[in-house]
C-alpha cells in the first residue's frame, strides 16, 4: 500500500483525461538497444538537461 502512496505522490497513475497531466516525458532515441544508448551520454545528458529546467 505505501508502494502505491508513493507512485501517486511521485505522479504515477493519472490519465491526462481526469486530471492534471503528470510531469513526466517519454524520450525515444531512434535506432538504438539498450546497449548502444548507454553510449550516447550527450544525448542522455541532454533529455535530462531540458527535462530538470
Known amino acids: 500500500m505505501e508502494l ?5 505522490l511521485l505522479g ?3 490519465v491526462g483525461d ?3 497531466m503528470p510531469k513526466s516525458q517519454l524520450a ?4 538504438q538497444g539498450h546497449w548502444s ?3 550516447q551520454t550527450d544525448t ?3 533529455y535530462l ?3 530538470l529546467k
Open 49 to 51: 538537461d531540458n527535462f
Open 37 to 39: 544508448l548507454i553510449m
Open 18 to 20: 481526469f486530471g492534471v
Open 4 to 8: 502505491i502512496k508513493t507512485y501517486q
Open 44 to 46: 542522455i545528458f541532454n
Open 28 to 31: 525515444i532515441v531512434p535506432s
Open 12 to 14: 504515477g497513475g493519472i
